[in-house]
Structures are given as C-alpha cells and as structure tokens.
C-alpha cells in the first residue's frame, strides 16, 4: 500500500479518522516516497502552529516515523530524475481533468513506478488523478468530485 503524506500524518498524531486507518493499514507492507520525510515534518510543524500539537507531541511523532522507516514498517522509495520525469507525465495525463499539483504527482509517479498498491490517500484530488491513470485508491469512498 502506497501512502499519502497526509495519511501518515494520520498515523502519528490523533485526527478524526486516524483511528481508521490505524486499523485499516495495520500489518501492511506500506510505502511513501522520499518526499514525505519533508513533508511529514512541515506537517507536523504546521499542526504545532496551529496549536493542534505541542513540542513534545511533535517530537515524539517525528520520533516515530523515524522508527517505523527504520524497522522498514514503512518502505522509502527514491526521489531521482526517473519519478520526476515521471511525475511530469502524470501531470499532462491528467489535465485538463484533474488539475494536479507537483508534489502529489510525485507521489502517484512514485506509486506508479513502484506498483505498490492501492494508493492510499485521502486527497480528492491526488484520488481523482490516480482514478484516471487506473490506480487503486483506499479508501474507494473518497468522493469523486473535486
């Protein structure tokens, strides 16, 4: 299974559907690109800004996903010039349709590439996009409009 950033986010700090995906992903091979050690870590610290989070709490989540890479709980796979241009690919595929952003279509060329599936996210758009590139999403229910 190929996780958003955003889900886990999910897995290390209490959101209102963390409890889900907790129980939905335990015991899977899971995997994220490279891109969400920056993007975990900018998410944390937003939650800290946000006062949704304290330093502490922040600290032992960043602890965390360190631990779950470590113990390859979850797999990093390589941010190189392959899922770049890659990721460009996805980018015209999907538009006009699916206006994509740059770092979610990293993440569905990484997810591409690796075929690690379903793309687990719950971004509506980054689903839309691997909808239209015929890329299992979890959860299917995400709502299809964007």
């Known amino acids: ?3 958003d950033t955003s889900v886990i986010v999910k897995l290390l700090v209490s959101e209102p559907d963390s409890e889900f995906f907790i129980r939905s992903l335990e015991g899977e091979q899971l995997t994220t690109s490279e891109l969400a050690r920056t993007e975990v870590f900018s998410a944390l610290l937003a939650r800290e800004r946000a006062g949704k ?3 502490p709490e922040r600290h032992l989540a960043w602890k965390e ?7 390859e709980e979850i797999k990093i796979e390589p941010l190189n010039s392959i899922v770049l241009r890659k990721a460009t690919h996805c980018l015209e595929y999907c538009h ?4 994509l952003r740059t770092l979610d279509a990293i993440h569905l060329a990484t997810a591409d590439l690796c075929q690690d599936f379903p793309l687990v996210t719950t971004d509506v758009r980054l689903a839309n996009a691997a909808r239209a590139m015929h890329i299992p999403v979890f ?8």
């Open 1 to 3: 299974m190929y996780l």
């Open 53 to 55: 989070i304290n330093v």
């Open 65 to 71: 996903f360190e631990a779950r890479i470590a113990d």
């Open 96 to 99: 006009p349709s699916v206006p």
């Open 139 to 146: 959860p299917e229910q995400l709502p299809v409009k964007i």
